[in-house]
């Protein structure tokens, strides 16, 4: 029987076995950076030490959460302070993995509206002064996405990366520990169903406008980060998009999918009044052709295993009062949020005809910057709960014994 080549869902079947297609263009990108690939021993060692690292520095941050949960019971402001301070943790294990495994150049801009909130450090760092209480809002490619808005986190001042909210697909609830781990992190999760998401909300939207017991009664700082695609941009999702789009009479867009406004909407709401704005950020990555999808080239794997030369991600910054956005009706919140997109879409263009987004921002001109911790030894902050209370069950023990 001659062998057979069938296309199923991006697998290769042939005489019975499945392989795997890589993406053409993945090929052509590789092609033109000439890296030398390291021998296969050290790609294996590289592997084991990022997959040691990461589970290693994750428990001992879920073991710090878990220690802190009671808490709660006692005193909720130190129960939000401490759950804080461990989600500071979660971002300086996730940047120091970025910048030792990888190597990511990011180049960000913006228009007026933040003109003197990004600055470029003497040392090349970022450094932002967007505001402590928001909601922000990006499009959506990549896993990787939330990473680099975390960073952004990371480089504000006051640091505000204690204090991220991102708004996840339910199912990432269920991931074995790290699901746990990030519902301590006070992540919001949402089905996409308002019937079993309203009350849920409600009361995580609550708890993100309380107020302070210590007197001063002040809001907590909190950067809520939502995707109003709800999903990565992909051919399944385009092709939703596409249906969607025909089923409500409106255009589809290009190199974003149609926002879902709802979710957002309700939040938005329900914060009115005690924060000022909403920040929105559209991500670009270099080298996706046309046609192609990011999230089929960039692949977590791909970023971190590999070790593939990343090529820049762009970042384009802008905000808008709370106050001007239309939120009396679900309706007039959606077509303000849709020319928001449009405008996405023509910065996006612009990116893919020039490769770089517009700026305001630096005297016109972009910041071209590295994630990576301000210091290394930053990351020492992990066991400053576990390493003294090991160490004094160490102590009275010896003591006892
Ligand atoms: C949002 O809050 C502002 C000021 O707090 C208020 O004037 C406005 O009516 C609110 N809008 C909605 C739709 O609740
Ligand atoms: C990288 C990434 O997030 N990929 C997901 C994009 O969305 C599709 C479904 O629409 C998932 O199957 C991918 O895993």
């Known amino acids: 029987m001659p062998a057979k080549s069938v296309h199923q869902n991006g697998h290769v079947i042939t005489n019975g076995s499945t392989l795997p297609v890589l993406p053409k263009v993945k090929k052509t ?13 050290i790609r294996i060692f590289r592997v084991v030490l990022l997959l040691l690292y990461f589970w290693t520095s994750s428990t001992i941050i879920g073991v710090t959460q878990y220690l802190g949960t009671p808490l ?32 990511t150049t990011v180049r960000v801009s913006g228009d007026e509206s933040v003109q003197d909130q990004i600055h470029s450090l003497p040392d090349g760092r970022l450094q932002c002064n967007f505001a402590s209480r928001m909601v922000l809002i990006a499009n959506h490619q ?34 074995p520990l790290i699901g746990f781990g990030l519902r301590l992190a006070g992540f919001v999760f949402m089905s996409r169903n308002m019937k079993t998401d309203t009350p849920r909300l409600t009361r995580r939207l609550g708890q993100l406008t309380r107020r302070s017991n210590d007197g001063k009664g002040g809001l907590e700082p909190m950067w809520l980060m939502m995707f109003p695609e709800g ?22 867009l290009k190199y974003t999918l149609i926002p879902r406004s709802t979710g957002t ?3 938005l709401k329900a914060l009115n009044g005690t924060l000022e704005w909403v920040y929105d950020c559209t991500l670009a990555y270099d080298g996706v052709p046309e046609g192609q ?13 590999e070790r593939h030369p990343q090529a820049p991600i762009h970042m384009h910054w802008r905000r808008f009062k709370v106050s001007d956005i239309p939120l009396e009706t679900l309706e007039d ?28 921002i630096n005297q016109g001109k972009s910041i071209t910057t590295e994630v990576k911790l301000g210091r ?6 992990l066991g400053a709960v576990l390493a003294p209370i090991l160490g004094g069950i160490y102590a009275i023990s010896r003591f006892v014994l």
């Open 29 to 41: 990108i590789l092609q033109n950076v000439p890296v030398p690939e390291p021998a296969l021993s």
């Open 72 to 103: 709660y019971l006692i005193n909720k402001d130190h129960y939000y302070r401490f759950m804080a301070f461990t989600k500071q943790c979660m971002t300086l294990l996730v940047l120091s993995m970025t910048q030792w495994w990888t190597t």
């Open 142 to 175: 990549l896993y990787n996405d939330w990473i680099y808005l975390w960073w952004t986190a990371y480089t504000n001042r006051p640091f505000s990366h204690g204090h991220v909210y991102i708004v996840l697909k339910e199912s990432i609830k269920y991931i």
């Open 231 to 252: 999903t990565n941009l992909s051919k399944n999702g385009r092709a939703k998009s596409v249906k969607w789009a025909e089923s409500q009479g409106e255009k589809d």
């Open 265 to 267: 909407y309700f939040c």
């Open 293 to 305: 999808y990011g999230q089929d080239i960039f692949t977590l794997r791909s970023t971190y295993f």
């Open 333 to 360: 919140f959606h077509a303000w949020l849709i020319e928001r997109w449009n405008e996405k879409e023509a910065l996006l263009d612009e990116h893919s005809k020039t490769g770089n987004f517009p700026s305001s």
């Open 376 to 381: 290394w030894w930053e990351i020492w902050q």
